[in-house]
């Protein structure tokens, strides 16, 4: 990471903050410690046939870029498939969640508004077939994801290359 200047700053992916998960895959925080007030944005490398997160959806906007590979995302019961240079809006109360798809890695770029004021996650038959449904229909974080894990730090993976 570069020096920081009057409060910003640049940092290259493979200096990023890494955490991994073995059902969620990787995600890049170019937050430091502290959470950024007005947006989270973020990197997820996402395995095929495996979920970025469990299926939700948020009392505010987000947006998502597929940067490469290709991946299936689930919004509001509907199901499509999703290649690179593919950006998907979601306005606040659409239930999505990304899942990898393809023959190898498929990195989005994630983008969201801060604060989340709501958050909810329910039922949808094709997140259970991904194991991207939380255990029970919740607005608790912590209910959804009682049943893994949490995510670990981790190194950043041997690519991008240079």
Known sequence: MLEERDGWYVVNVREARWFSHP???MHCKFEREDRFPEMGI???VLEPGRPGCRYHRESAQEDFLVLSGQCLLLANGEERRLEAWDFVHCPPGTSHVFVGAGDGPCVILMMGRRPVEEIFYPRLPAARRYQAEAPEPTPDPQVAYSDVP???????PAWPPR
Not at 150 to 156: A, H, L, V
Request: hydrophobic letters at 30%; charged letters at 25%.
């Open 150 to 156: 949490p995510r670990e730090p981790t190194d950043p």
């Open 23 to 25: 059902l969620f895959g």
């Open 42 to 44: 973020h990197l997820a």
